[in-house]
């Protein structure tokens, strides 16, 4: 997950490789790693498994390999959005325990007097909770983080409910997809309300403990287990990510890689899993049909990769980036999980789809480089991103500098991506080509992308 704000410009290790196929996957596993990470300008540090049937690959490696150390096997790391999926597990028992049913209207699992919004009479139901078609924005109205760098700290559920207020949906419930961590936090908050305890404890009852995921957790630090640290994408540290308990089934878990592998091989029925609880993960797998047409389970996307379809979520935190996905067919899957945030150089994504199918292309590391004069030249000028919010890039000897009205001017780097990036702080300007050249660009920053266009002619290059 990430926190979308308006722009504010302010040694590599192997585990043992087991028989010539283990082995095979092993050095995947290890290549594809490398190729993506080995010198890369974000300075990310990746802890990896891949599951296959019976056998288990890890790796972990480090753009800068003196930063091997950096992180670990008893490392946990902030998994962001895949949070959901296990909330959506909780969600699932109950539903087959018949306690809780895909067509609940949202309302009925909040307190009394909640003002839900619906569209023409037609409510917010679960499913469109869980399918991200809801129509709730993907925040809260009223949240006003202390600290941007750490957005969900002091949210609470009586601020989550009194937004509700402000919500009037544009279209009915069901009919577009528009990812909405708002949904996720009341469904987080209900299920704890629900079962009449807080959600650290329930998700420790009915899934870190089931699953044999011993250092899951979400405030309560397990003995022996050190949080890793977050990075920005220029190397720097970033605060942790916190939330009052009961809403952190919306990004709050934070785990080991092994608490992970165990995670996957129960979503693949793999392992000692009692059949409760094998019957949930199941279910949360399982298509949801709504008017949007998009292929989506409960908090799962279900892309095609080859011949397959893959279950997959991606979680992002100001700090960290992290993936699981899984194929039941084949009984494979994968975990990946860095200290670093990554959204917007393109995720975790970009390495997961080429380790399921090797026909999909594999990025490089992005590495930094000194930009053409000419690319320079090109992109000088003023522009008007979407939403209406004013930016001048202008070429200053030999790099790119940014500006916003009433903002300092930031300095950019530029890597083999063919992106931009500002130095001190976690952002990406990516070149948008048209026959005619440079036209114009896309700004990345905080989970938001926005489109930029020309609305003057290039500036004079500044001697």
Same mark, same amino acid.
């Given at each position: ?107 009925? &699992? ?130 942790? &990510? ?57 908090? &799962? ?141 896309? &700004? ?20």
């Amino acid at each position: 997950m990430k926190h979308v704000r308006k722009i504010l410009l302010g040694a590599c290790m192997a585990y043992a490789y087991v028989g010539t196929a283990a082995a095979a996957t092993d050095g995947r596993l290890q290549s594809v790693l490398e190729q993506r990470f080995s010198g890369d300008r974000t300075g990310a540090c990746v802890a990896a498994a891949m599951i296959d049937h019976d056998h288990i690959s890890r790796s972990m490696v480090c753009a800068d390999p003196s930063q091997h150390g950096r992180i670990s096997a008893n490392s946990a790391f902030e998994i962001g959005s895949v949070s959901k999926t296990m909330t959506s597990a909780l969600l699932a028992e109950l539903i087959l325990q018949h306690k809780a049913s895909l067509d609940d209207p949202l309302s009925a &699992w909040l307190p009394a007097g909640s003002k839900v919004p619906d569209f023409g009479g037609q409510p917010i139901l679960l499913r469109h909770v869980v399918t991200h078609t809801s129509g709730l924005p993907g925040l809260p109205s009223r949240i006003h983080p202390a600290n941007p760098a750490n957005p969900y700290a002091d949210l609470d559920e009586a601020t989550l409910l009194a937004s509700l207020g402000d919500v009037k949906l544009q279209q009915a419930p069901g009919v577009q997809f528009a990812y909405s961590n708002y949904a996720m936090m009341l469904l987080s908050s209900a299920l704890a309300r629900r079962a009449g305890t807080d959600l650290e404890s329930l998700m420790q009852e009915r899934l870190f403990g089931p699953l044999g995921m011993k250092d899951a957790y979400i405030a309560k630090v397990p003995e022996g287990v050190v949080p890793a640290v977050g990075h920005y994408p220029n190397g720097t540290v970033a605060p942790a &990510w916190t939330f009052q308990t009961n809403l952190a089934g919306v990004g709050g878990v934070r785990a080991t890689l092994d608490d992970m592998i165990h995670y996957v091989q129960a979503e693949l029925g793999q392992g000692k899993v009692d059949a409760a609880t094998l019957a949930a993960l199941r279910l949360t797998q399982q298509p949801i049909k709504t008017a949007s047409g998009r292929p989506m389970a409960m908090n &799962w996307m279900l892309p095609n990769v080859g011949q397959a379809t893959i279950v997959i979520h991606e979680g992002g935190t100001g700090g960290f980036s992290s993936l699981v996905a899984f194929d039941p067919a084949s009984q494979r899957g994968l975990v990946l999980l860095s200290d670093t945030a990554l959204t917007n150089t393109g995720g975790l994504g970009e390495v997961a789809l080429p380790l399921f199918d090797p026909t999909v292309p594999l990025r490089k590391s992005r590495r930094s480089l000194a930009a053409p004069p000419a690319l320079l030249d090109a992109l000088a000028g003023d522009y008007r991103l979407q939403n209406g919010m004013t930016m001048t890039l202008r070429h200053k000897g030999d790099v790119l500098t940014v500006q916003v009205p009433g903002q300092p001017e930031f300095t950019m780097g530029y890597d083999s991506a063919d992106d931009f990036y500002p130095l001190k702080l976690d952002a990406l300007l990516h070149p948008k080509h048209d026959s005619d050249g440079h036209d114009g660009f896309l &700004w990345k920053q905080g989970g938001g992308v926005f489109s930029a266009e020309r609305v003057a002619a290039p500036a004079a290059k500044t001697p």
